[in-house]
């Protein structure tokens, strides 16, 4: 029976970089979780329609996801194809999206943020190429959601999750899918699998941390099972609700057992970690971490070694806080390399319409055009595709790429949890700054440029702007300023800094103490201890 249930607008549910983000308890209260499914169905409309749900398997995964149901067989949907046990990685998602060719897809994830009661939980709406909802549609929700009276949900017992198979709520029909299967053939399809099983089967040795998040099954599946190698490669395999307590955000600061054990001595070949949703990765060689921004460089360049890149690249993109190595990939492989804003979303355009192949970003997100999401075991593979091919070291990898290329030094700062007026007030001088700025002097840098990053989409024509203040300076460095827009606490500045060095001296130098006077002179420019109090970052990457 369906019923209609009368409620309130509920203040605040504006979806941000990446779908609807909030504490757990905000989705677990009266009508919240409902009034959203209500506005994104309202929106996006439903009848008849089929869509693809799952989620990362934290806390109230599982709850939300028998709400999420019941409200889709009350406004009429045809079907929903869910992952078994309500999971599905996001990469996955967005595949079995495109490959029923669904309508879009329900994603329930708050990505890399803590899962639990008191930790974090979030809702996003795919649309049917498989990617993030665009501006124009989430903001849509979000009006829609500022003037919603009720909502329709059906009354029913809960449906068997565990059960693959199909089964009927209402009219409307369940399909239970292994979560994996589909994404393993995927990737499949796009790497040497025979090549990676030699590798492993000589010896080669690797550690994938799935941080008790999502990636554990697929990691499973795919490492061990199809590709040989040794049982316990992937470690906290288990996604659990909480995490396992973990902060399933793969960076050095959270990772940071993976990175002790690459660090150690008994390092293994190689490690990798992902995040909650199984979207971002982590590349570690023994004993040298990889930036993301030189790890999509280190892809762009050598992906025609995998089959399912072996034609080349369309182009590559990547956004714009993230370093320009791929653009000296592209640059001599004679490809288009595009700088958007950051958020995945602004990928897809370029995807879909076949200008890029490749793309990245510097919070460690690494994907193709065989998703419209990022996709964290995809760059893993690749990377283990690479390794297989040319047998050497990431350390020997990352040292050629540099030789050739020249290396792009950089590294992130995050400043978390700042009071947010106190931000604003650290952005508003700093852009009211930029005008003046071209032709100073700061801390012994001269400023070629500054200004606040717009970006026109070159396919649709949308215009972006204020997406980061930039400060480049004289022989190729820069220093960006940016606000997080997926912290859940006050605001998370986040301070881009990028220093190129041609080679063939000064290669190897610790890119923190490369990257010194960069630090020294956006410290200087931006104010930071001045308007927030703060000196140390707490996240560097
Ligand atoms: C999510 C998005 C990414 C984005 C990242 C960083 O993971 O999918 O595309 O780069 O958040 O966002 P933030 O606004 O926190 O820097
Ligand atoms: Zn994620």
């Known amino acids: 029976m369906v019923t209609t249930v009368a409620t309130a607008p509920i203040a605040g549910q504006k979806p941000g970089t990446s779908g609807l983000r909030k504490k757990t308890r905000v989705f677990m209260g009266a009508h919240y979780l409902e009034n959203f499914i209500q506005a994104l ?28 149901l019941r409200m889709a067989a009350a406004n009429g949907a045809a079907k929903v194809i869910i992952g078994q046990g309500a999971l599905l ?22 990505s890399h943020n803590p899962g639990g009661p008191d930790a974090d939980f979030g809702v996003k709406f795919n649309m049917p190429n498989g990617g993030p909802a665009p501006e124009a549609v989430t903001e849509a929700i979000y009006a829609r959601s500022a003037e919603i009276s009720s909502y329709k949900i059906l009354e029913a017992a809960d449906v068997d999750l565990g059960r693959i198979g199909e089964t009927r709520l209402g009219a409307m029909m369940v399909e239970v899918v292994d979560p994996v299967a589909d994404y393993a053939d995927l990737m499949q399809s796009l790497f040497d699998f025979d090549a990676i099983r030699a590798l492993f089967a000589s010896g080669f040795a690797m550690r994938m941390d799935s941080m008790c998040a999502i990636t554990g099954p697929y990691a499973r599946e795919i490492l061990e099972n199809r590709l040989g190698a040794a049982p316990g490669t992937v470690t906290h395999a288990e996604p659990l609700p909480d995490f396992g307590g973990m902060h399933p955000d793969p960076n050095p600061t959270w990772a940071h057992e993976l990175m002790a054990e690459m660090m150690g001595e008994n390092a293994p070949d190689f490690g990798a970690a992902s995040d909650g949703d199984g979207d971002r990765n982590m590349v570690v ?9 030189d ?28 370093s320009a190595a791929v653009d000296l990939v592209a640059k001599s492989l004679g490809l288009q390399a595009y700088e958007t804003p950051t958020g995945w979303k602004f990928f897809g355009n370029l995807l879909d319409a076949g200008r890029v192949t490749i793309c990245g970003e510097e919070s460690f997100g690494t994907g193709s055009d065989h998703v419209r999401e990022k996709d964290g075991l995809w760059a893993v593979l690749l990377w283990l595709n690479i390794l297989a091919l040319r047998r050497e070291s990431v350390a020997e990898i990352l040292s050629a790429h540099w030789a050739k290329f020249g290396r792009n030094y950089y590294s992130r700062h995050d400043f978390e949890a700042i009071d947010s007026a106190k931000a604003d007030a650290m952005f508003a001088s700093l852009r009211e700054a930029l005008p003046g700025l071209a032709g100073r002097e700061v801390a012994g840098l001269k400023i070629t440029t500054a200004d606040d990053f717009g970006y026109e989409d070159p396919v ?9 203040l930039r400060l480049l300076f004289e022989g190729g460095s820069r220093a960006v300023f940016r606000l997080s827009g997926t912290g859940t606490e006050g605001a998370t500045l986040r301070l881009y800094v990028e220093r190129y060095v041609a080679g063939p001296e000064g290669l190897d130098e610790d890119p923190q103490a490369a990257l010194a006077p960069v630090i020294a002179a956006a410290h200087a420019l931006g104010a930071i201890e001045h308007f927030t109090g703060r000196v140390t970052p707490d996240v560097v990457t």
Do not use: C, E
């Open 41 to 68: 169905f309202d929106t996006v409309g439903a009848a008849g329609k089929t869509f693809v749900l799952g989620g990362d398997g934290r806390y109230f995964n599982d709850r939300a996801a028998q709400v999420i």
């Open 89 to 110: 990685s996001t990469p996955a998602a967005s595949h079995l999206i495109r490959l029923n060719q669904t309508d879009g897809g329900i994603i329930m994830s708050a």
């Open 285 to 293: 060689g023994r004993g040298i971490y990889v930036s993301p921004s």
């Open 295 to 322: 790890s999509l460089a280190v892809l762009a360049a050598n992906a025609h070694l995998a089959p399912g890149y072996a034609a080349g690249l369309k182009g590559v993109a990547r956004s714009m806080p993230t």
């Open 460 to 468: 649709d024509g949308s215009v972006s702007r204020q997406q980061g």
